[in-house]
């Protein structure tokens, strides 16, 4: 039984989404906890109810970057997770803390990376006139939002979208795809060869 520790800053759906997918298709895996750096995260009463431990560390009670991952690494390891998954995590971690869990670490970022990396991606991509959005779930390095590909969502930018209707539409199938990829972690299903990610059932780590 492998162990999940998922870390959230707000509304937490995709927690949410990896949450029901693990108890009603009985991966081998438990969510150990799930730790928010913001108190009142709305993910965190859903995350209680399911009788999930949850935790709060407030950066703003550290004095550097550095104290903020130290602490909560030693607070993660308590659990000792085999994954990390960043869902709607909103911080800057430090090389320290991205080498600790290299390639047991995964996030989801709403683009097709390796466009659009850092916030305001839909928004970004309707400036510059992009036919396609999307997100992508990767391995976390200490490059923001790079890292070996896990699986891509692409939705086709029709007329009239604004940044709320295309991040509504992605967000459907981030809910798809962030369970799936971290199904295929905790099964053992994921290697990264060459910096490319690969699927051992060949099964499709593009989502539509
Ligand atoms: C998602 O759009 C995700 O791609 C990005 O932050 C948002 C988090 O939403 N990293 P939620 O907290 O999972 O609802």
Redesign the pocket.
């Known amino acids: 039984m492998k162990s999940i520790v998922i870390l ?10 990896i949450v029901r997918a693990c108890a009603s298709e009985v991966w081998p895996a438990r969510i150990a906890a799930v730790i928010s750096n913001r108190p009142g995260a ?2 965190l009463d859903f995350a209680a109810r399911h009788g999930i431990a949850t935790l709060v560390l407030d950066h703003k009670g550290f004095a550097s970057r550095e104290a903020f991952d130290a602490e909560l690494q030693r607070v993660i390891d308590g659990f000792s997770p085999d994954l990390l998954v ?5 911080r800057i971690l430090t090389p320290s803390f991205t080498a600790h869990y290299a390639e047991r670490m995964l ?4 683009s097709l990376l390796p466009a659009f990396t850092g916030l305001h991606t839909h928004a970004r991509a309707l400036e510059m006139g992009c036919k396609f959005v999307g ?1 992508t779930v990767h391995f976390v390095t200490a490059d923001l939002d790079h890292g070996a590909i896990v699986a891509q969502a692409v939705v086709p930018v029709i007329a009239g979208d604004d940044e709320s209707s295309l ?1 509504a539409r ?2 459907k199938l ?1 809910h798809r795809m962030y369970p799936r990829a971290v199904r295929w972690f905790v099964e053992g299903k994921l290697a990264i060869v060459d910096g490319v990610v690969r699927q051992s059932d060949g099964e499709a780590q593009a989502f539509s």
């Open positions: 959230i800053s707000g509304r937490g759906s995709n927690m949410e989404a709305a993910g960043l869902a709607g995590f909103m996030n989801i970022h709403p997100a991040s992605v967000l981030e």
